[in-house]
C-alpha cells in the first residue's frame, strides 16, 4: 500500500489487514496504552471542503502516533490562488511524511500522488470516500463478527458514499442493495464492476433493497458542492428514506449506519436515528481507530 486514493485500489487482503490493525489500536487505547508508531513523522491535511469527523480523527490520531498534523485550508494555501497541484506536492513532500486532501475532483487527489513523493490518502472526493468505509466496515464487522453472508442496503444518492460502500462491500463478500432515483446512481464503471464481481442490486424500490437487509446506510440527499441543486434533490430523493417502514422489511437486528452529518426527517426520520445512535456513533469513533491503522501502514516504514 503506497497510497490511498480510492477504495478499489486495495486487495480485499489489504482491506482486512487495515481492518485488524484498526481493531489492535481500538483495543490499545481502551486499555491506556498509546504506542508511538508515527514519533515524529508529519501528516499535511489539506481542506477544501468542510469536515468535522475527518479533521479531528486524523488530528487526534496523529498526535496519539506520537506525530504531528498540520490543518491547511485552501483558502489559505496558495493552491486556492492557482497554484498547480503539481508544485504543492512537490513542496509538501518536502517537509511532511504523509499528505491527507479533502477536495472536489478526484483527479486533485491522483495528481497529488502522482506529483509527491510521500504517502497521499483521500479524505473525501465526489468520487469516492474510502476512510469513511475503512471505519464502516470496521463497525460492521465489530457488530457482525464477520462479512460472511451479511446484506448491505445503501439508501439514497449514488454519491461518494454510495460509490465506496459498493467497492467495500463487492470486496469483503457483502451482498449490495441500493434504492436510489433515476439519474442518480453510482459511478457507471463502477456499476459494472460491481455486477461482474459481486452479489449486487440496483432499483427504485427502498423496499426491495433493503428486504432482509442486515446493515442500512444513508447519507445526506444534498452533498457539499450541491447546495443549489437542494429544491430539486428535496423532491428527487423524498420517499428515498430510513423510517420505520424500511426496518421493518429489514432483518430484525438490521443495524443501520450513516456516515454524519445527518438530516433528520430526510435521508433518515429521528426516530430511526436515535435508535441507531449508538451504531452511528460507534462508527464515528472508528474513524479515528481506522485512520490512525492507514496512517501506520502507509508511513510507519518510511525513511
Ligand atoms: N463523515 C465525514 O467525513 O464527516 P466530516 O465531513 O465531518 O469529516
Ligand atoms: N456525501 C456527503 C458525505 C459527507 C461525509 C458529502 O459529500 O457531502
Known amino acids: 500500500m503506497k497510497h490511498l486514493l480510492k477504495l478499489g485500489d486495495l486487495s480485499r487482503e489489504e482491506i482486512l489487514s487495515v481492518l ?24 499535511g491535511m489539506i481542506f477544501q471542503k468542510s469536515s468535522t469527523r475527518t479533521r479531528v480523527s486524523f488530528e487526534a490520531g496523529m498526535y496519539e502516533l506520537g506525530g504531528y498534523a498540520l490543518f491547511l485550508s485552501s483558502r489559505d494555501l496558495q493552491i486556492g490562488r492557482g497554484e498547480p497541484v503539481e508544485d504543492t506536492a512537490r513542496v509538501l513532500s518536502r517537509n511532511l511524511d504523509g499528505i491527507m486532501i479533502r477536495t472536489v475532483a478526484q483527479k486533485e487527489v491522483e495528481d497529488l500522488a502522482k506529483y509527491g513523493t510521500v504517502p497521499v490518502i483521500n479524505g473525501l472526493t465526489d468520487y469516492c470516500h474510502p476512510c469513511q468505509v475503512l471505519a464502516d466496515l470496521m463497525t460492521i464487522r465489530e457488530r457482525k463478527g464477520s462479512f460472511k453472508g451479511l446484506k448491505l442496503c445503501f439508501v439514497g444518492d449514488g454519491n461518494n458514499m454510495a460509490n465506496s460502500l459498493l467497492v467495500g462491500a463487492v470486496k469483503t463478500g457483502m451482498r449490495f442493495a441500493i434504492a436510489c432515483p433515476k439519474g442518480y446512481e453510482p459511478d457507471a464503471a463502477l456499476l459494472a464492476w460491481a455486477k461482474e464481481n459481486g452479489e449486487f442490486l440496483m432499483t427504485e424500490s427502498v423496499e426491495e433493497a433493503a428486504e432482509g437487509a442486515d446493515v442500512l446506510y444513508t447519507d445526506v440527499w444534498a452533498s457539499m458542492g450541491q447546495e443549489e441543486e437542494r429544491e430539486r434533490r428535496m423532491r428527487a430523493f423524498s420517499s428515498f428514506r430510513i423510517d420505520d417502514a424500511v426496518m421493518r422489511v429489514a432483518k430484525r437486528d438490521a443495524m443501520v449506519l450513516h456516515c454524519l452529518p445527518a438530516h433528520r426527517g430526510e435521508e433518515i426520520t429521528a426516530e430511526v436515528f436515535e435508535a441507531h445512535a449508538d451504531e452511528i456513533f460507534e462508527e464515528a469513533e472508528n474513524r479515528l481507530h481506522a485512520q490512525k491503522a492507514i496512517m501506520c501502514k502507509l508511513m510507519r516504514d518510511r525513511a
Open 20 to 43: 485488524n490493525l484498526a481493531d489492535q489500536l481500538k483495543y490499545e487505547r481502551k486499555n491506556g496504552i498509546f504506542k508511538e508508531y508515527l514519533k515524529g513523522k508529519k501528516l
